[in-house]
């Protein structure tokens, strides 16, 4: 099976003029479909910053970007919105509608999907609520909800329309201990399930055994670290 992305020499600058400053240095990096890859590394380094180009949320300029076969470098914003229906987001602070109830918001998750009848993307959200153990409270609304209830709400709105990538940037950044295991165990579940692929930026350490293989950053670079194979060399 060919790799889900495939990085070649990918630079990225931030600002014009006397303000470009470059913030990604020749980015090269393969993941392979079914994957779970956690990217770490210290503040400011350029994580998110390669997740939102490999999310197509920003656009890459220069070296070679394939995401899902597709070439992100150069790609105009049409190309970078089909692109964006096949991944799915799940972030620290996890962006719920606070106006819309659980079952609501996770049907966004499936508005892009304009082959789904109401009907169905209802009924597709609601299981999806029970497979993250809300079917008790699909009517509640986000201030209802505690955090790690809303992450799990967050993670079935990701993950409802069976995206083939899924990006999570902190996921767990805002939770205790417990609720930040059962909401990682829960991702690697469903995308075992689902065969998605999974690239996690993170700083919690709690969570690294989850990963088939961890990657550094550091200022902006990929470190070349034989011990980041291996999730194991870091518990
Ligand atoms: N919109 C922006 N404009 C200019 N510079 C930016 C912008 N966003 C990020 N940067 C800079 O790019 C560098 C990388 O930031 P990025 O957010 O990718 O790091 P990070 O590793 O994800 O950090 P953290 O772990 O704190 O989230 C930093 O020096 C940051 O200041």
């Given at each position: 099976?060919s790799?889900?992305?495939?990085?070649?020499n990918?630079?990225?600058?931030?600002?014009?003029?006397?303000?470009?400053?470059q913030?990604?240095?020749?980015?090269?990096?393969e993941?392979?479909?079914?994957?779970?890859i956690?990217?770490?590394?210290?503040?400011?380094s350029?994580?998110?910053?390669?997740?939102?180009?490999?999310?197509?949320l920003?656009?890459?300029?220069?070296?070679?970007?394939q995401?899902?076969?597709?070439?992100?470098v150069?790609?105009?914003?049409?190309?970078?919105?089909?692109?964006?229906?096949?991944?799915?987001?799940i972030?620290?602070?996890?962006?719920?509608?606070?106006?819309l109830?659980?079952?609501?918001?996770?049907?966004?998750?499936?508005e892009?999907?304009?082959?789904?009848?109401?009907?169905?993307?209802?009924?597709?959200?609601?299981?999806?609520?029970?497979?993250?153990?809300?079917?008790?409270?699909?009517?509640?609304y986000?201030?209802?909800?505690?955090?790690?209830?809303?992450?799990?709400?967050?993670?079935?709105r990701?993950?409802?329309?069976?995206?083939?990538?899924?990006?999570?940037?902190?996921?767990?950044?805002?939770?205790?201990?417990?609720?930040?295991?059962?909401?990682?165990?829960?991702?690697?579940?469903?995308a075992?399930?689902?065969?998605?692929?999974?690239?996690?930026?993170?700083?919690?350490n709690?969570?690294?055994d989850?990963?088939?293989r961890?990657?550094d950053?550091?200022?902006?670079?990929?470190?070349?670290?034989?011990?980041?194979?291996?999730?194991?060399?870091?518990?």
């Amino acid at each position: 099976m060919s790799p889900a992305i495939i990085i070649r020499n990918l630079d990225y600058f931030f600002g014009q003029g006397q303000l470009r400053k470059q913030v990604l240095y020749n980015i090269n990096l393969e993941i392979n479909t079914g994957e779970i890859i956690i990217m770490t590394g210290p503040s400011g380094s350029g994580k998110t910053t390669l997740l939102t180009l490999i999310g197509g949320l920003r656009s890459a300029q220069s070296g070679s970007l394939q995401v899902l076969g597709q070439e992100l470098v150069d790609a105009t914003a049409r190309q970078l919105t089909q692109a964006r229906r096949h991944h799915g987001y799940i972030f620290q602070a996890h962006n719920l509608h606070s106006s819309l109830t659980a079952l609501q918001n996770v049907k966004m998750g499936l508005e892009l999907h304009q082959n789904i009848s109401t009907s169905q993307m209802q009924v597709r959200s609601a299981e999806m609520l029970k497979e993250v153990g809300l079917e008790e409270q699909v009517n509640y609304y986000p201030d209802e909800l505690s955090g790690g209830q809303k992450q799990r709400v967050a993670i079935a709105r990701a993950l409802v329309s069976h995206p083939q990538l899924v990006l999570a940037d902190e996921p767990t950044a805002a939770l205790d201990s417990k609720s930040g295991r059962d909401v990682v165990n829960l991702m690697q579940n469903l995308a075992r399930e689902q065969g998605c692929t999974i690239l996690l930026v993170t700083h919690d350490n709690r969570i690294l055994d989850i990963a088939d293989r961890i990657v550094d950053m550091e200022d902006g670079r990929l470190i070349d670290n034989p011990a980041a194979l291996s999730p194991a060399a870091y518990i």
